[in-house]
T-cell receptor, first 114, second 112 residues
Framework: NAGVTQTPKFRVLKTGQSMTLLCAQD?????MYWYRQDPGMGLRLIHY???????AKGEVPDGYNVSRLKKQNFLLGLESAAPSQTSVYFC?????????????FGSGTRLTVV | KNEVEQSPQNLTAQEGEFITINCSYS?????LHWLQQHPGGGIVSLFM???GKKKHGRLIATINIQEKHSSLHITASHPRDSAVYIC??????????????FGKGTLLTVNP
């Protein structure tokens, strides 16, 4: 039982390059989230999804796009990477909303844009 | 602006000591989470609270809704407890049922 798996774990991009981060969960969770973690700041929500085929913007969505074509996968895309997108990215999933359901996080993707 | 404040930012302890990490928030919440992140590692959910107290092994989490405050306690601390501990809340009003607001974390170092 893998939980939430993020690929890749590390990546270095040049400014202007594009890439896709993959988040896969095997728990049949409805809700999935992409966060970024920067030094001295709490995690910030980039985009989220409340079910297959749906996505919504979080606090810091600019420069990112997402897709949830299959329930188990949530993809985060950077169309034209910028140094400001250097960060650690975490994916999380949750079965349902409501106070009885906790979050499961992936192990993170460390992205450096040079 | 709804905020989550953690204290202390950094905490160093000797093995065996009792540890307390605090989390305060500005307005009413529907749930509070405590998370653990080891250096260079992923994030693990420790507790989710909406009232009272929860215990798991040497970890205890409490919440006081009236005072808008939660504490995470570690009894008989061990070097393997060294990690960043993060508090996160879901606001009762003005926020989304889907979104969390995170504190900046408390870096705990337990020396042998």
């Amino acid at each position: 039982n893998a939980g939430v798996t993020q690929t890749p774990k590390f990546r270095v991009l040049k400014t202007g390059q594009s890439m896709t981060l993959l988040c896969a969960q095997d728990m049949n969770h409805e809700y999935m989230y992409w966060y970024r973690q920067d030094p001295g700041m709490g995690l910030r929500l980039i985009h989220y999804s409340v079910g297959e085929g749906t996505t919504a913007k979080g606090e810091v969505p600019d420069g990112y796009n997402v897709s949830r074509l299959k329930k188990q996968n949530f993809l985060l895309g950077l169309e034209s990477a910028a140094p400001s997108q250097t960060s650690v990215y975490f994916c999380a999933s949750r079965q349902f909303a409501g106070t009885n359901y906790g979050y499961t996080f992936g192990s993170g993707t460390r992205l450096t844009v040079v | 602006k709804n905020e989550v404040e953690q204290s202390p930012q950094n905490l160093t302890a000797q093995e065996g000591e009792f540890i307390t990490i605090n989390c305060s928030y500005s307005v009413g919440i529907s749930a509070l989470h405590w998370l653990q992140q080891h250096p260079g590692g992923g994030i693990v959910s420790l507790f989710m609270l909406s009232s009272g107290k929860k215990k798991h092994g040497r970890l205890i989490a409490t919440i006081n809704i009236q005072e808008k405050h939660s504490s995470l306690h570690i009894t008989a601390s061990h070097p393997r407890d060294s990690a960043v501990y993060i508090c996160a809340v879901r606001w009762e009003r003005g926020g989304s049922n889907y979104k969390l607001t995170f504190g900046k974390g408390t870096l705990l170092t337990v020396n042998p």
